[in-house]
């Protein structure tokens, strides 16, 4: 494009929406979005078929030649980019659900034992009482020639 000015009042939005999008300080669009035709019109806040190549050949040119001279290296929207975190953090979560319930079980399983514990120190208890009391000794028999 040529150091041409702006014709009309759209086409001055469409090129500052251009030049927000190209310094990632961006109004209406996510920070990060992309610089294409339909992000431009989008910034300038019209219907993305409101920037036509037909309209403004120049501007629909000059954003075409930017995008092919700036690859956008991290091309994923927010949602795919939430979604491939999703899917990385998937086996941990599904670990850490495998790790849980395996620890519920042995926590039930301990409980379980210390009530056997319990029932059977009971039970002990229980048959030591039941058990006859051993006679005392009181005195013991002296022997004869001893004094």
Known sequence: MRNKKPVGRAELMFCEAFDRLK?????RLPKGSPVSQNNVAKEAGVDPSALRSARYPELSAKIKRWVQ?????DSQSARQATMAKRA????LRDR?????????KAAARL???E??????????ASLEAQ?????????????????
């Open 111 to 113: 409980l379980d034992a």
């Open 69 to 73: 001279e700036h690859p956008h290296e």
């Open 96 to 104: 850490i659900e495998a790790l849980t319930i395996q620890r519920d």
């Open 115 to 124: 009530a056997e514990i319990v029932r059977l120190l009971m039970r002990i």
């Open 131 to 147: 058990l006859p009391t051993p006679k005392l000794v009181t005195k013991l028999p002296q022997r004869s020639g001893q004094n």
């Open 23 to 27: 310094k990632n300080k961006p109004d």
């Open 88 to 91: 990385a953090t998937r086996p």
